[in-house]
């Protein structure tokens, strides 16, 4: 969790960074993509946050799919039988 914190401020000090420095030149594509990639850090550690409430998680980047399922607890199952 540490880690999450830690690209949070990063990321959140290069987006207030960006809007108080006028920018020397053009701002290459490489840096938009930077801070999308800090960004998402910060999404990605909500993830298991996500999963111990019972949420289902489902991530998509072009081909690439990756889907996560709450498990159901006993109990949850108990109640639906009744």
């Known amino acids: 969790m ?7 401020a990063v990321s959140i000090g290069l987006i207030v960074g ?3 420095v006028p920018p020397i030149g053009i701002i290459d594509g490489s840096v938009l993509t930077a801070v ?15 999963i111990k409430a019972g949420r289902s998680v489902k991530i998509q980047k ?21």
């Open 62 to 82: 072009g081909d690439f799919t990756a889907e996560i399922e709450a498990e159901q607890s006993p109990m949850a199952h108990r109640k639906t039988q009744t």
């Open 36 to 50: 999308g990639l800090l960004l998402m850090f910060a999404v990605v550690g909500k993830i298991p946050e996500a």
């Open 18 to 20: 960006g809007f108080l």
């Open 2 to 8: 540490k880690a999450f914190y830690i690209t949070l």
